[in-house]
């Protein structure tokens, strides 16, 4: 049996901000109606959290629940117990129309940290990442450079990037690219 590994394993790069693969994390995609109480109810009882405002995140020690669509959650989850948290959410969610479905193995994770990295991902999204316009616990799924992503930030300086597995390099090399020593634009 192989050992699960993350698309990078672990892969990291030190410029005018600091890149790093997070390694294996649990996702779990959610479907369903939103504002019904049963979905609110799985979610809090697999999390810990209640369901954020539109295009936003909630966070703890443990997970993390992000608004992606009006009918549409993604749950990060510890990798281990992801095979668990699906069958808790299918189980509570029997007789509600949901689709969820463990896509760990299918996404790549990244951080993105320091003073500079907001202008570092600047170069890369179509969204104003001013302070003020784009704040800890929001959430934005958006294009990077050429493929789809979703990203949100943490604190001030650091912010978590998710992509399909099958793009992790080239978003990885596009993020070290932008963070190239010598490549600050001081725009915040």
Known sequence: MSKPVSAL???QFHGIAEVRDLGLQGMITLRGDLTKPKLKSAVKSVTGLALPKTGGILSDETGSVAWMSPDELLLLVPYAEVDAHLAT???DLA???SLAVNVSDA???FSLSGPKAREVLAKLVPV???PGAFEPGMMRRTRMAQVAAAFWMMDEDT???ICFRSVARYVFDLLTVAAQEG???NAF
């Open 9 to 11: 394993n672990g892969a």
């Open 89 to 91: 959410l299918q189980k």
């Open 95 to 97: 007789k509600e129309h």
């Open 107 to 109: 996404r790549a994770m």
């Open 128 to 130: 104003d990442l001013s």
């Open 159 to 161: 912010f978590h990037i």
């Open 183 to 185: 490549s600050e634009v």
